[in-house]
C-alpha cells in the first residue's frame, strides 16, 4: 500500500489539514488556518522537521484560506500529490450515513442540506471544489459528521412538533461531532481495555462548535446538537439552547425577521456575545465579569448535560473530553464536572492540571467514572474512511 491522502477538516472559522502517509500513518505535512474570516488571521504549516512556514493573514473566506494552503506546500513542501483527498461534511441528513465518493449529484446534496448547517456545509462544499479543480481525476471523499449519529432513536431524534413539519419538512435531530465520537469513542475502549459493546460513554467534543454525545454499546443514543449545529452546548460564537420562543419575541419587539435572529444566534452567540471573544483562550486569561459569567454559563451547560446523560444512559463508565477546550483547558474540565462527587465523577487536580498531550485520565486512581483526555484526530477518522472506500485501507 503506497501513496498519501489529503484531508480537509474545514470548520466554521478555520481550515485543518494533513497530509497522511498511507502505509505508515506518518504526517509528512499539517497545518492550521486560524480565525478566517477575522481581521487577525493566521496560516502556520508544519513540513517535516523544520521550522514552520507561517504567513499571517487576513483571509477574508475559506477559498482565501485554501489558495494559502495550497501555495504553503508549494513553498515548503512536500510535493503534494495525493491518492484521495478525505473531507469533512458537517450535514448529510439522512441521505448520508457513510462516506461516499464526491461527484455532482452529492455536491447537489450537499448544498441543498446546507441550510441545515449554514457555518458549515458552504465551506465544506468550497475545500471539495477547490480540490477538484486541484487535482482532477483524484478521487474526493466525503465523510459526513452526522453520519455516526443517524443511529439514534426514535425517541431520541423525534422533536414534539407537528406532523407536517417532520414529515413533509424532515425536521429531526441529527448531531454532530460524528467523526470526532467515532475515533474518541474507540480510543477510550481501548485505554480502559474494554469491549465498546459494554461501555456507557459520555463525550464532550469541546472546541468553538461544542457538544456532548451519550454512547452506549458503541452507538450514540443522544446528543446535545439537534436539526443543526445551533442547539446545546455554548460554544464560540453560537448560543446553545435558547427558548423556542425567541425568534417570535424578537420579530415582536425588535422587528427581526428569521435570517436576523438565526445570524445573532449562530454568528454572534456564545463566548462571544458573552466575552467579546470567542476564544476561550482569551476570555480564560482575562478576571473581569464578563469573562467570569461568560465561563460560568459555559461550564453550567456542560455540567447540565452530563447529569442528564447519566440519567439516560443509567450506567456511565467514562466521561470523555476531547476537541481544542477538551483537551487542552485543564479549568473547564474541573469547573465542568464540580459537585458530581455523589454520582462517582470527580476529577484529580494534580493529574488534570498536568501537561500532556496524550490520551490520559486525569480521574484518581479507582475512580468509579473515569474522567479521560483523548485528543481527537478526526483527520485520521476521516483518511481512515476514505481509504476503505477507495480500497486502499481497513
Known sequence: MAGRILVLNMGSSSIKYELIDVGTRARPARGLVERVGEERGRLTHHAGDGPPHVREG???????????????????????????????????????????????????AIEELAPLAPLHNPVNLAGIRVARGAFPGVPQVAVFDTAF???????????????????????????????????????????????????????????????????????SVDTSMGLTPLEGLVMGTRSGDVDPALAGYLARVAGMDARQVESGLDRHGGLLALAGTGDMREVRARDD????????????????????????????????????????????????????????????????????????????PGAEVAVLVIPTDEEWEIARQALALIGRGP
Open 58 to 108: 487576513p483571509f477574508p473566506d475559506h477559498e482565501a484560506g485554501l489558495a494559502a494552503v495550497m501555495e504553503a506546500f508549494g513553498a515548503a513542501g512536500p510535493e503534494l500529490d495525493p491518492v484521495a483527498v478525505g473531507h469533512r461534511v458537517v450535514h448529510g441528513g439522512t441521505r448520508f450515513g457513510e462516506a461516499v465518493l464526491v461527484d455532482d449529484a452529492v455536491i447537489k
Open 289 to 364: 465579569p464578563e469573562a467570569r459569567l461568560a465561563l460560568a454559563v459555559y461550564t453550567r451547560r456542560v455540567r447540565k448535560y452530563v447529569g442528564a446523560y447519566y440519567a439516560l444512559l443509567g450506567r456511565v463508565d467514562a466521561i470523555v473530553f476531547t476537541g481544542g477546550v477538551g483537551e487542552h483547558d485543564a479549568a473547564t474540565r474541573a469547573e465542568s464536572l464540580a459537585g458530581l462527587d455523589r454520582l462517582g465523577i470527580a476529577v484529580d487536580p494534580a493529574l488534570n492540571l498536568a501537561e500532556s498531550a496524550a490520551e490520559r485520565a486525569v480521574s484518581p
Open 149 to 219: 449519529q443517524l443511529g439514534l432513536p426514535p425517541e431520541a431524534y423525534t422533536y414534539a412538533v407537528p406532523r407536517e413539519w417532520r414529515e413533509r419538512l424532515g425536521v429531526r435531530r441529527f448531531g454532530f461531532h460524528g467523526t470526532s465520537c467515532a475515533y474518541v469513542s474507540r480510543r477510550a475502549a481501548a485505554f480502559l481495555g474494554r469491549d465498546p459493546a459494554a461501555l456507557g460513554l459520555i463525550v464532550l467534543h469541546l472546541g468553538n462548535g461544542a457538544s456532548a454525545t451519550a454512547i452506549s454499546g458503541g452507538r
